[in-house]
């Protein structure tokens, strides 16, 4: 098997560390592996097969003979050096926000639409988390009948802003339970035993950022802008993991029954409903791994042909760590890179 040259972008981040795991155990052939941080982490050592890899400094020079660049800097950084790493013949994944709605530019998870490789121009963009996560659970309805309305309500791992909200989490969890006083930078309040109904700036018209990236993004993943979406996004003080509640209308009736038997068939994806023996996705089901959990399948009765679902999955990995290398597999298998 022809093997490739592989830079990480963001090496030392949650999802960067994350990235270099998953390509030791998904057995990613990789020729020669490159780590790239700020200048701050420059030095850094990691380990990748029997090798010691030392992080360098990012620069506009940092892509030569790279083949594949898995990128998670941000989405102003994506944008300054994603177009040099295609100018120098690398073909970038992106998990910031730079280009997903960029509509030269393909928004791919395996599971739903693979196919949309074949257009890219050297970029290919990661879906954001929640986003990934509930279409992964809810593009299997779809095919079988149409979804017309989405109501979701997120309940978000505060890894999914960084090592930093890690830190925070745990510095002042012990605060609090040592009765000292609790500071807080990378949230605006106290996230410990804490609830927070605001992920990223807040718009015009009330919702979020994060809240309308899963109304944009969904449409263009599942090529129907007709279904309307209402999303509410909230932080929760969990390490690792998103939540969702998540309401269907579908187009036409589908029970229970159905539904667990369409997602125990579908990809990716892991039925976890049997209440009555108190069985259902928690976060640490699903933390380490790289499946997307549905469980408390209900049919909603306040609704024509409505349906409740529960999905959790672990936002690091199949959230963006492992979606951006399923990707690059999917690359390597049709030939694009």
């Not at 790239?36 to 097969?49: E, I």
């Not at 998540?246 to 009736?253: Q, R």
């Not at 790289?290 to 936002?315: A, F, H, M, P, T």
Request: neutral net charge; aromatic residues 6%; charged residues 25%.
């Amino acid at each position: 098997m022809k093997k490739y040259n592989v830079a990480i972008c963001g090496a030392t981040g949650a999802v960067g560390e994350t990235m270099l795991k998953v390509l030791k155990e998904r057995n990613f052939p990789v020729e020669k592996l490159k780590l790239f941080a700020s200048y701050k982490s420059k030095g850094r050592k990691y380990k990748f097969l029997n090798q010691d890899i030392f992080v360098e400094e990012l620069t506009k020079d940092s892509f030569k003979d790279t083949e594949i660049a898995l990128f998670s800097i941000g989405a102003g950084l994506s944008k300054e050096f994603a177009p040099i790493a295609v100018e120098n013949g690398a073909t970038v994944i992106d998990n910031s926000s730079a280009f997903r709605m960029d509509k030269n530019v393909p928004l791919i998870i395996p599971e739903v639409n693979p196919e949309d490789v074949s257009w890219h121009n050297g970029i290919i963009a990661n879906p954001n988390c929640s986003t990934l996560i509930m279409v992964v659970a809810i593009n299997p309805i779809h095919k079988i009948s149409r979804i017309k309305r989405i109501v979701t309500s997120t309940y978000q791992a505060v890894s999914g802003t960084g090592r930093k909200a890690i830190e925070e989490l745990k510095k002042q969890s012990r605060a609090v339970l040592d009765g000292e006083k609790v500071t807080s930078k990378v949230y605006p309040v106290q996230i410990a035993f804490n609830v927070l109904p605001h992920i990223e700036d807040f718009y015009d018209n009330g919702y979020t950022k994060e809240e309308m990236k899963m109304v944009h993004e969904t449409h263009k993943i599942m090529g129907d802008n007709s279904i309307r979406i209402t999303a509410t996004t909230v932080r929760v003080p969990v390490f690792t993991s998103h939540s969702l509640s998540v309401n269907l209308e579908l187009e036409s009736k589908l029970t229970k029954e159905e539904v667990r038997d369409i997602l125990s068939k579908a990809p990716g994806l892991k039925v976890m409903d049997d209440p009555e023996n108190l069985i259902y996705p928690t976060t640490l089901n699903s933390s380490g791994n790289d499946l997307v959990y549905v469980g408390r399948i209900r049919e909603d009765d306040s609704v024509e042909n409505g349906l409740n679902l529960w999905i959790v999955s672990d936002q690091l990995r199949k959230g963006a760590a492992t979606n951006a290398i399923q990707i690059a597999e999917i690359l390597i298998e049709k030939n694009l890179v």
